[in-house]
């Protein structure tokens, strides 16, 4: 029981039908109409026009003003209506005040697409932000994309399309540019004739009142004319669906990002030390890596990594090889590799045996491989011959200094062979007119040129780095078992609730615990003492020697108010230890706020303090933090930020962007801390931040990681407890419709529930996730290859089927784009688990419809797995709020006709074709 999925337009279809790309009527305008044209020299609305007119694009110009018959010598027309023919795009450039009735004659003409250059909307206060509003309201009526408000307009210079108000359209190429800046846009066009960089698509995106990063990221990830997107951007607007298409185009396309406001004028105020220390635009950065985008700091990097990347293959690794006939340089760009996270490769025995046979005997025999000043291009090519083979290498520099045996144009002759190798290759053509023909000759090999080494060594790590992150995201994760371990999500609530239900926004310590034991996260024993003898009681019963906190509901740092007495030996200490904590904090903060203490253990094992924590960024949502903690936390500030929702793998790259990950694996004789462990506990944690909204703010400072082996710690086996937690929850002031979302969908656990099959096995069906990647490679192990064919429409072996990069599409989903469910079944005796089948729900970019596919295991078929995965693959497409579903049916199966004709498709058989569309209006 196999499908194959495909979409195709139909009009004569009875069911809903929307345009295969709803941008195609901004890029790609058959008509275009300007709203606001006049022949006024210096205006915006004439530029607009001429550029229209004198770059031809294969479309219809219609200029619209009512005060002119004809501008430019092109007819008017006094309304968009007057027009009679269907208009595609609409040129805005009509005063802020009038652009929402201009909107509303475009929705009621059938416009699909529209760029509004116009300014003074949000921008300009209250009055503006209400124009806005209007703005968005009157387009979402008929489905109308905008780009802008306030922006430059969008080129498309591989057809000719100019729709802006610059003053010459770009050359062709196959990056493409999009800008929040306008301003930036022009000096950008102006750079870009200098440096002969050419575009496949020039796109101002001004406010983005409705066409955002994620819209224009799919597009020209669809793009066949672009091979790379470059951005500048200020704000990530909707930061979920920037995240959801830059995980999906960065690893066919490299997304290249140039941010503004790199600094924090002031740290954001906060009630955790996680908040003090999650900077705004460290988590920017954190979202890039999660999502695969390489960010770099100037606008000419932004171009130079989308050249190299389109010109040369990634490397493997951070090692780089310099070839140089000059010291200076080579000392120069070594100092920039390993400044910016590089490393110099170490040369083989072999390699520099291999160098010693040619060059001179006072050449460098390290890495610079320095072959002298007077080296000629037959010098160059075998030195450049014998670094390239060295396996310790990942990638090479080549520089040229012009002395007086040099050749720079031969030199770079001889160095095309070495352009098309599966390491990348770099030049510096260091000088001026003298080398211009040699780097000519390089560039049209495909060798990047930089006119100076620093500047290559640093676009190499940029490579490095691209590739790193790449590698991580698709990494296949560690299975979890859980057996014993699923979070108490009931108790979690009601904690959360009880609190909330007294008007309170931060938990005690003994509640947070409580808390953090609801997601299996080890915690001290703790006990509730409101006085002197109930705390003496509870120390007998703990052991001594132990700890006093204060128990308070209102004050979150303790030790700022002498809450914390330590090492009490016995009952008189606890009953001392209980009368201080009671003074004190009466006379720093009041009587009011002290409840009692928390009796805890003292724990005297040596190990390393950690802080995990939670915070919300505005822009991102919650953001976790993973580094060294204490009390001097805020002084140390080694710690990482990452998105949730992790993955082993996600935990451990968090993990090693610290300084204290080096001692955690184990340093000066010390054995490592269980870092499997420790990756469990973040995996865990972000599921507790993922899946209990209502908390704002939390912190576990200090998490103790003992070394192994593993002493008497007072929970867990794996040498990891917390001895402090701190959560701050959102106020009465927030609805649960407000509360701030993941920027990445967490996992879908509602769609996780058993089933059993018509012979009565026991099933779990719940959405597919990366660590099932070798439970897939299994599962295709035992498909026929008529159920291939079927699901696939073409034979393919099994090799190609279970190849890693090919699994990252399948097991490494993006929950906002796609859902696959897998039905699981866990052998009563081995526990061995088995997928028997998988169903598959695409989103359409940009429409509310989805493609969907089901696959069945062979020994599995004709037992009600493909009816079952079809129901809930409708269901959760009414749940997402899609209104169509789609799929492509080979005429020969007609299994899976029959249940999909069951479930209410309606199949149509095109004329000449092999398949029968079966869809669904929901």
């Known amino acids: 029981m196999t499908t194959q999925t495909f979409t195709r337009g139909d009009p004569a279809s009875d069911v809903l039908h929307y345009d295969r790309q709803p941008l195609s009527a901004i890029f790609s305008p058959k008509a275009v109409a300007i709203i606001g044209a006049t022949d006024k020299p210096g205006s915006v609305g004439r530029a607009i026009l001429w550029n229209l007119i004198s770059s031809p694009f294969g479309g219809t110009v219609y200029p619209v003003n009512p005060k002119h018959p004809s501008i430019l010598g092109v007819k008017s027309y006094p309304t968009l209506a007057a027009i009679g023919e269907p208009v595609d795009l609409a040129v805005i450039v009509t005063p802020a005040a009038s652009v929402p009735s201009v909107v509303a004659e475009c929705v009621d003409g059938g416009v699909k697409g529209a760029i509004i250059i116009s300014a003074g909307f949000k921008e300009a206060g209250p009055v503006g932000a209400a124009l806005e509003r209007q703005v968005y309201e009157q387009a979402r009526r008929g489905h109308l994309r905008v780009i802008g408000p306030n922006c430059l307009g969008v080129m498309r210079p591989t057809t000719g399309l100019n729709a802006t108000f610059a003053s010459a359209i770009a050359r062709p190429g196959t990056v493409g540019f999009i800008s929040q800046s306008g301003a930036l846009c022009t000096a950008v066009l102006d750079w870009s004739f200098r440096q002969n960089v050419g575009f496949s698509a020039f796109i101002s995106i001004g406010a983005m009142l409705d066409v955002g990063w994620g819209d224009l990221i799919d597009y020209l990830g669809d793009d066949p004319k672009t091979q790379s997107i470059v951005i500048y951007m200020e704000s990530i607007g909707d930061a979920r669906a920037f995240l959801s298409a830059a995980r999906e185009v960065a690893l066919n396309k490299p997304i290249i990002v140039i941010k503004a406001g790199r600094t924090q004028a002031a740290a954001r105020a906060a009630a955790s030390h996680t908040g003090a220390l999650a900077g705004s635009d460290e988590v920017l950065d954190a979202a890039f890596r999660r999502c695969g985008v390489l960010r770099v700091n100037t606008i000419s990097d932004l171009f130079y990594m989308a050249e190299v990347l389109a010109k040369q293959p990634r490397p493997r690794g951070p090692r780089l090889t310099m070839v140089t006939n000059a010291g200076g340089p080579g000392v120069l760009a070594t100092d920039t590799l390993m400044t910016t996270g590089g490393e110099m490769a170490e040369l083989s025995a072999k390699t520099i045996e291999s160098l010693d046979q040619f060059l001179p005997p006072h050449w460098s025999h390290g890495n610079p491989i320095d072959i002298l000043g007077d080296a000629d291009p037959a010098r160059y090519a075998k030195a450049v011959e014998a670094a390239v083979k060295d396996p310790n290498s990942d990638g090479l520099l080549v520089i040229l200094t012009p002395q007086a045996m040099t050749d720079p144009t031969q030199t770079a002759e001889l160095l095309k062979p070495y352009a098309k190798l599966n390491k990348p290759i770099l030049a510096s053509w260091m000088g001026g007119s003298e080398v211009e023909p040699g780097e000519a000759i390089l560039n049209r090999a495909n060798i990047p040129t930089f006119g100076y080494p620093d500047t290559a060594a640093r676009m190499f790590d940029y490579m490095w780095r691209y590739t790193d992150n790449l590698r991580g995201l698709y990494e296949t994760p560690v299975w979890l078992d859980t057996e014993g371990r699923a979070p108490d999500r009931a108790q979690a609530g009601q904690i959360i609730a009880q609190a909330r239900s007294e008007g309170r926004s931060l938990l005690s310590e003994f509640e947070s615990k409580r808390l953090l034991a609801a997601y299996s996260i080890p915690t001290t024993e703790t006990r509730l003492a409101a006085s002197a003898d109930e705390a003496a009681a509870a120390a007998r019963s703990i052991g001594y020697p132990v700890v006093l906190k204060l128990h308070s509901e209102t004050i979150s740092h303790k030790t700022d108010v002498g809450g914390v007495q330590l090492n009490l030996g016995d009952e008189d200490a606890v009953r001392r230890g209980y009368a201080a904590i009671a003074s004190a904090v009466q006379e720093k903060a009041g009587a009011d706020h002290f409840l009692g203490v928390t009796v805890q253990p003292m724990i005297q094992e040596a190990g390393y303090e950690l802080i995990v924590g939670s915070s919300l960024d505005p822009q991102l949502g919650p953001v976790l933090l993973f580094g060294w903690g204490g009390q001097l936390v805020e002084v140390f500030k080694d710690h990482a930020l990452a998105l949730p929702p992790l993955n082993t793998t996600l935990a451990r790259r968090m993990m090693e962007q610290t300084r ?41 400072n200090p998490l103790l990681a003992q070394p192994g082996p593993f002493g008497r710690l007072m ?12 959560v701050v929850l959102h106020g009465a002031e927030m609805s649960e419709e ?52 079927m699901r696939y429409f073409h034979v393919m072996r ?10 990252t599409r399948i097991c490494f989903i993006d929950y906002d784009r796609e859902m696959a469910l897998v039905v699981e079944h866990a052998d009563p005796q081995s526990g061995e688990r088995r997928i028997l089948a998988v169903g598959r729900l695409s989103k359409l970019h940009g429409r509310p419809e989805a493609e969907w596919a089901i696959l069945v295991s062979d020994p599995y078929q004709g037992h009600g797995l493909g009816s079952e995965l079809l129901k809930r693959l409708i269901q959760i497409g009414r749940d997402e709020k899609l209104r169509r579903l ?17 479930l209410g498709f309606r199949l149509r058989r095109q004329l000449g074709d092999s398949s029968v569309m079966a869809e669904l209006a929901l």
């Open 660 to 700: 204290i990950y080096t001692a955690l694996k184990g340093v000066r004789g010390r054995p490592p801390v269980d870092l499997a462990a420790l990756e469990q506990l973040l995996v865990q944690f972000s599921q507790l931040v993922v899946e209990q909204p209502w908390i704002k703010e939390i912190d576990i």
């Open 715 to 726: 929970a867990g086996p794996n040498g990891l407890v917390a001895l402090d937690a701190r």
């Open 798 to 807: 099994l090799s190609q089927r279970i190849a890693h990069e090919r699994l």
């Open 738 to 789: 407000s509360l701030p979302r993941p920027s990445i969908r967490p996992y879908p656990i509602q769609y996780v529930t058993p089933w059993t099959t018509k012979n009565g096995l026991p099933v779990t069906i719940r959405p597919i996730r990366p660590e099932d990647e070798p439970l897939v490679v299994k599962f295709h192990e035992t498909l026929s290859e008529q159920s291939v064919y």
């Open 886 to 902: 789609t799929a492509d049916i080979l005429s020969d199966n007609l299994a899976m006709q029959r249940v999909s004709r069951r």
